[in-house]
């Protein structure tokens, strides 16, 4: 019984050959993984733009902050299930790439919105060496995410000229939209497509070999 613990410990478990989703240099796997996951979120994305307009005329200004967080979704899916350096920053540049291809009237300063939302959402993971991938760090994720884009769009839209109360509501609304719309409902929905078998393979299979790692 105790050589079955032994077996079993940690230490054995790191010493054992890692697979190639735990190692450093990304696999033609992940790669085409994380190609899939920012081609079919910026389709999303695209489709959430419409919701947008349409709910523009009810919510007003705050539209934008209360719907913000799904754009973020697609980083903390793909680093959920990916776990390796730039996952969640190549998820949002790829998204914004194929959404200008797509014809995304916003144009090229889209690449600059991804470049932002991409550095806030990789943040986190960032300082846990990448090695951390509980809720709590999926929804800093997002919460960083929408902390970054306020500062991006406060100088892009001049919100200091707005009333500080509509500018503390908007930023309230969205942090919170991206920790719900962007960290949870991201994770549900990596949790949901990963319970299907078509991610078996990638980082996510193997968390028992990650110290730190447990969801």
Sequence with gaps: MSDINSANSPTEKRSRVLPPALR??????????????????????????QVWLVLQSVLGPLTMDVLMGFWFSGSVFAAWLIRKPGAAFGTAMLTVIVQIIAGNPSGAILLLTGLVQGAGSEVPFMLTRWKRYSWPVLIASGACTAVFSFLYTWF???????????????????????????????RLLAGAVHRTGVTSGLA??????????AE
């Design 204 to 213: 996510v299979d193997y968390v028992d070999y990650q110290e730190g790692s």
């Design 156 to 186: 892009r839209f001049s919100y200091w000229e707005l009333a500080g109360g509509l500018v503390l509501a908007m930023f309230v609304i969205r942090v919170v939209s991206g920790m719900l719309l962007g960290a949870v409902l991201g």
């Design 24 to 49: 450093p240099q990304w696999t033609v796997r992940e790669t085409v993984t994380l190609a899939i996951i920012g081609v079919v979120f910026a389709f999303l994305y695209l489709g959430w733009v």
